[in-house]
């Protein structure tokens, strides 16, 4: 995780993605001053917020499903 001067922590841990990565971003998504980290897949999303010890708390899955909405 980043540390409070802009660089990264020694790496100490990993963390697996439920499918093939297709895309990941690094970003606070809930405005607690902590990075957060979103993998892509096929499926849908995993997102691992960051927490006070600097480590990411376990995945919460969120499925996507690609398609049109409504009538053409």
């Not at 895309?23 to 990075?35: A, K």
């Not at 957060?36 to 960051?50: C, E, H, R, T, W």
């Not at 708390?57 to 009538?71: D, I, M, P, Q, R």
């Amino acid at each position: 995780m980043g540390s409070p001067s802009g660089t990264f922590a020694p790496f100490s841990s990993t963390y697996a993605v439920t499918g093939p990565c297709q895309g990941m971003q690094v970003s606070d998504l809930n405005n607690d001053g902590r990075s957060d980290v979103i993998s892509a897949n096929s499926s849908g999303l995993d997102i691992y917020l960051g927490t006070a010890s600097n480590s990411l708390a376990a995945v919460t899955l969120f499925s996507v499903t690609v398609g049109l909405v409504g009538s053409l």
